[in-house]
């Protein structure tokens, strides 16, 4: 009875796993009459549909979705400077040495004349160890052989900015506009009165490096403090401490540099910057009379400090007027713009840091404004300030 009961369940089973199994079709060759010639037009259509057949996924529609894109927001145009680091870099670099009550007015140094020259330093240099006024450019090389008398220097520290205004507007009048809105102080009379500390204006250099302008004033407030403590603070708020020379920096170990707010590697760079002034490697008296291609060629080799911000520190520490840096985003932003391009729809061809001219089209256009290429980047800083559109059709 069992055994009749078990055959029946083997033999429901196996049936029910038979019909369930689709058959097998049978193979091209083994076909017959019209059920083979079927499979052979089939195989040829498909055959000729190849080339324009449809991915299987699509065709079965099981395509995955794709993730739908962001849409961005369409830029907007404003007025606004364009984002560099050379505003605060400027500050920073052309600050006088701070050694002098801040609320006394009469503490800076009247205007002075004396010659002046595109190509040299034109700033009021210091010592960097003793604060002493080395010297300024004085036309030495103006001397005629033949008399042995100073030739009358035209160019003066009261004139060299009305020389190269004239000489910008001679060459493209349409500067004029910018000009006018944008005053630049890097040159007057004034400025080049001020006494600049080089070992200062490259320190400060370099803690301004890769921080905003507020970090980088803290910094240094903290820097400078390390070497000129005080409890007194109304001292505090209306004395500004003497900048340490660099023989002070030299003997002060890293990790108290450091304290200041300095990461390891800018504490390396200012205390390497002061060994190379305090051996006379570099001194105030070099890059009093040094060419701008000897600055570059010894500023360059001190580490820390690359083209840029040797540049940066020629124009606004030295008051060099032949200065014009191609690798600054902001004059690369601000010349696309003067020769009438839209800058919002530039992007960089081939990448790296020409993003919106190239260096050869850069150095092209701006050859016609030397010896006063200093004065021409100032105001390609400047002219995002101002209707482009107006400037070009003026």
Request: net charge positive.
């Amino acid at each position: 009875m069992i055994q009749n009961i078990w055959r029946s369940m083997r033999g429901q089973a196996k049936n029910s796993v038979t019909n369930n199994i689709a058959p097998l079709s049978k193979p091209d060759d083994e076909k017959d009459g019209p059920e083979r010639q079927n499979a052979v037009n089939g195989k040829k259509r498909r055959k000729e549909d190849s080339s324009e057949e449809e991915p299987l996924e699509e065709a079965a529609g099981l395509t995955a979705p794709a993730t739908p894109k962001r849409r961005r927001k369409a830029a907007t145009l404003t007025t606004a400077s364009p984002i560099t680091p050379t505003p605060t870099v400027a500050g920073i670099v052309s600050s006088p040495r701070t050694h002098r009550d801040i609320h006394d007015v009469t503490s800076s140094p009247p205007p002075a004349k004396r010659p002046a020259e595109p190509h040299h330093t034109n700033a009021t240099l210091i010592s960097p160890e003793t604060s002493r006024i080395v010297a300024y450019w004085d036309g030495d090389h103006d001397l005629s052989p033949s008399k042995g008398k100073r030739k009358h220097a035209k160019t003066t520290t009261l004139n060299i900015l009305d020389e190269a205004v004239a000489h910008l507007l001679k060459v493209d009048p349409k500067l004029k506009t910018v000009i006018d809105q944008h005053p630049c102080r890097i040159f007057t009379p004034e400025a080049l009165a001020e006494e600049i500390d080089p070992f200062q204006s490259l320190a400060s250099g370099i803690i301004g490096q890769q921080v905003s302008g507020a970090a980088a004033k803290a910094i240094k407030n903290r820097f400078v403090a390390l070497f000129s403590p005080s409890d007194n603070t109304e001292d505090e708020e209306r004395l500004v401490h003497a900048f340490p020379t660099p023989s002070q920096v030299v003997k002060m170990d890293i990790a108290t540099l450091r304290t200041a707010g300095l990461s390891q590697r800018k504490a390396e760079y200012i205390k390497g910057l002061a060994e190379k002034f305090a051996s006379k490697e570099l001194s105030a008296e070099l890059l009093l009379r040094a060419s701008d291609e000897e600055v570059m060629e010894k500023l360059i080799a001190v580490r820390g400090l690359g083209r840029w911000s040797v540049e940066m520190f020629a124009c606004f520490g030295l008051k060099r007027m032949d200065v014009f840096s191609t690798g600054d985003l902001g004059v690369q932003r601000g010349m696309a713009a003067y020769m009438g391009k839209d800058v919002s729809k530039l992007k960089a061809k081939g990448g790296g840091k020409w993003k919106y001219m190239s260096e050869k089209e850069m150095l092209e256009h701006s050859a016609k404004f030397a010896p006063y290429r200093s004065l021409f980047m100032w105001y390609m800083w400047r002219i995002e300030n101002v209707d482009v559109a107006a400037l070009q059709n003026s």
